[in-house]
């Protein structure tokens, strides 16, 4: 038995009511850690390649992270792995609690497959499962679901539970882990609910033994005193994600739709820091973290679970000019409440806009609405799409059916890669997440990407230390950083990679986590809690393998370099007042299309991926010990 584990694996089949418990081979923990890493494995072996998401036989895998349930720092992040309708491309979504739970439950991995006969609650308590009538939840929030089963269950108990969104399959619904942490951002909410279930429940007393305690201990107090004793902890405390451009004194973050960068300071007034500090209540952080990126926010007279609050401002107030960081975070509450994805869902409502604008959608498919970029709109909008009613119906159903219905007049409006909304818009900055939501083969999801790069102006030398944190040799960290600046793309490739290792052991990937944790400091906790010693590079390398993985199982399913792509209008200048902000990269060089392709194909090289294709190579899968995807591969004739 596997120390840092709990060393099974649980299969639930919804249709015949039956489980087994399998043990956990200790190849895949050796090869792929934990979570994000064995995931994408059991994925790739498990979904069969073209099947319909909401098909019975697609299934949900939940995987917890190698270090979930120990005293790691930040060590609670989780994963949801299925094919996603929004993108019809598999993915891992992560998020913060239930997987230490779900160890102490007795499992690191549960394989949902099936569809009940009616609606469900999944409970896995103390080693036993039970499929729990949830009829009387169907039709209730997030909150309301969430509230009941802590309830009947104890506080103490991780939930995660999908809303009426999921119920009528909306396809960019989602669920909430514990009302605050966002999961399945692609449309989990719908997959789980085809499925009839409604919240799954994880308990359990089973405590996770490490090899070498008092080691694992050690380092985990020093990783500890390192977090709590950063300089901007307070800020972080109340901003989450956002402080650092605030502490940074970036001004213009206000992207308005992908048209327009807003410079007005008054903006400050209206949707920054300070209007959000009269909000702000208490920080909530994920279990184990000692920095927190969520909080409680008063609104409305109500306590409300947010997370990254302050994206509101931009997801819906600058885009549908609200006049207060209230009204913009009221979106945002129903949304989490009915589990969907506000990101999303803005996207959608600005692309029905501009339609509207450019008269290709008519007041007679608007049931003689009229579509402005106002809180009116989206109001009634929202209510569509939730309700699956009118023209909310089609939106229900992503870009593609939009496009599918007026044509390929419309596709040049749709602002989207792999039909997600874009995480980050390159023109305001060019940074390693706005090439990772272009290659990501889950879709557009820029995390991945993250580096020192997030914010502007940092010199060469600080993408050599950053490189050198992740293991990368010298000659590498010179290649990609000479001294007139740093290639994003090719940096992207070793940030993708510390992303998918501290996504196999668990560890979260914010800012603060992230600067303080190194490669030796996961190679020490790794050794100290499995037993099994592993190098600095042995580990990346694992993080390659599962990322790879994730690449291939997508492969299968027909996505390749004409899917990794920026949309048209990043190539428009961005209107910034009397200013045009062109797309430049990091060093200020302007890009076009030819440039920009130039970036992808280093991309894929710094890979050794084929840069012709943005596919694997069959020696480069086999070398990472994956010939037998290699093999199948090529007996489909896909590299």
Same mark, same amino acid.
């Given at each position: ?11 639930? $089949? ?66 949801? =792995? ?41 409970? !896995? ?22 509230? @009941? ?8 108990? #991780? ?20 009302? !605050? ?32 305690? !008092?080691?694992? /201990? ?25 402080? /650092? ?19 007005? @300071? ?14 702000? #209540? ?17 609104? /409305? ?59 290709? !959608?008519? #007041? ?51 602002? @989207?890669?792999?039909?997600? $909304? ?14 990772? #939501? ?58 993708? $990679? ?29 050794? /100290? ?57 990091? =060093? ?52």
């Amino acid at each position: 038995m596997a120390k840092g584990y709990a060393n099974f694996i649980l299969h639930i $089949d919804l249709t015949t009511g039956e489980a087994k418990r399998e043990p956990l081979a200790e190849e895949l923990c050796r090869d792929f850690l934990g979570g994000f890493g064995v995931n994408n494995r059991l994925a790739y072996d498990l979904i069969p390649p073209g099947i319909d998401p909401l098909s019975p036989d697609n299934p949900v895998i939940l995987g917890a992270g190698m270090l979930n349930g120990t005293q790691a720092p930040a060590s609670s992040r989780f994963f949801a =792995t299925t094919k996603y309708p929004t993108t019809q491309a598999i993915g891992s979504a992560s998020g913060g609690g239930f997987g230490f739970m779900l160890k102490a439950a007795g499992f690191d991995h549960v394989i949902i497959r099936g569809q009940a006969s009616r609606p469900v609650v999944i409970k !896995i308590i103390d080693n036993q499962l039970e499929l729990e009538n949830a009829d009387d939840l169907w039709g209730k929030d997030i909150f309301e679901t969430t509230d @009941e089963l802590w309830k009947r269950y104890g506080d103490e108990s #991780q939930v995660i539970a999908l809303g009426p969104a999921g119920e009528r399959l909306v396809k960019s619904s989602f669920c909430l882990v514990n009302k !605050i942490s966002t999961l399945g951002r692609g449309g989990l909410g719908a997959v789980l609910a085809s499925k009839r279930v409604k919240a799954i429940v994880a308990r359990g007393e089973k405590s996770i033994s490490v090899q070498a305690p !008092i080691a694992f /201990a050690k380092k985990a107090d020093a990783l500890l005193q390192g977090l709590a004793g950063l300089p901007y902890r307070d800020s972080w405390l109340k901003y989450g994600p956002a402080v /650092a451009r605030f502490l940074a004194g970036r001004k213009g973050f206000l992207v308005k739709g992908f048209r327009e960068l807003d410079l007005d @300071e008054g903006l400050e007034r209206t949707y920054g820091p300070e209007v959000y500090e009269a909000l702000w #209540q208490v920080a909530r952080a994920c279990p184990s973290c000692p920095v927190a990126c969520k909080a409680i926010v008063k609104l /409305a007279d109500r306590a409300l679970p947010f997370s990254a609050a302050l994206a509101a401002a931009e997801i819906w107030g600058a885009r549908f000019n609200m006049t207060s960081l209230e009204e913009a975070m009221a979106c945002r509450d129903l949304c989490n409440r009915n589990g969907l994805d506000d990101r999303m869902a803005s996207g959608l409502i600005e692309f029905a806009v501009d339609l509207y604008e450019a008269s290709i !959608i008519k #007041q007679s498919d608007t049931d003689g609405m009229r579509l402005k970029r106002d809180p009116e709109t989206v109001s009634c909008l929202l209510k569509m799409i939730l309700n699956r009613e009118g023209i909310g119906d089609m939106l229900a159903e992503g870009f593609g059916a939009v496009i599918a219905r007026f044509g390929p007049q419309a596709k040049k409006y749709a602002v @989207e890669i792999k039909g997600l $909304d874009p995480y980050r818009d390159p023109r305001e900055l060019f940074d390693g997440m706005a090439i990772s #939501q272009a290659v990501n083969p889950r879709g557009s999801y820029g995390v991945p990407g993250n580096s020192p790069a997030y914010l502007p102006g940092r010199k060469p030398d600080q993408f050599k230390r950053y490189l050198a944190r992740l293991g990368v040799e010298e000659n590498t960290r010179e290649r990609i950083c000479p001294e007139d600046g740093v290639n994003i793309a090719r940096l992207t490739r070793y940030a993708e $990679d510390w992303y998918s290792l501290c996504s196999c052991l668990g560890i979260c990937v914010r800012q603060p986590v992230t600067q303080v944790y190194s490669l030796d400091d996961l190679a020490e906790l790794y050794a /100290a809690a499995s037993g099994w010693n592993k190098t600095g590079q042995e580990l990346m390398r694992a993080g390659e393998r599962a990322w790879t993985v994730l690449k291939a199982a997508n492969i299968r399913e027909g996505f390749g370099r004409q899917d990794d792509r920026f949309p048209d209008v990043f190539f428009e200048p961005l209107i910034a007042g009397k200013k045009r902000v062109a797309l430049r990269d990091y =060093t200020n060089r302007v890009l076009g299309r030819t440039e920009v392709e130039r970036l992808f194909t280093d991309y894929y090289q710094e890979r050794g991926w084929h840069p012709d294709t943005g596919l694997p190579t069959c020696a480069g899968l086999t070398d990472l010990g994956l010939g037998h995807m290699a093999e199948d591969l090529r007996r489909r004739g896909l590299i």
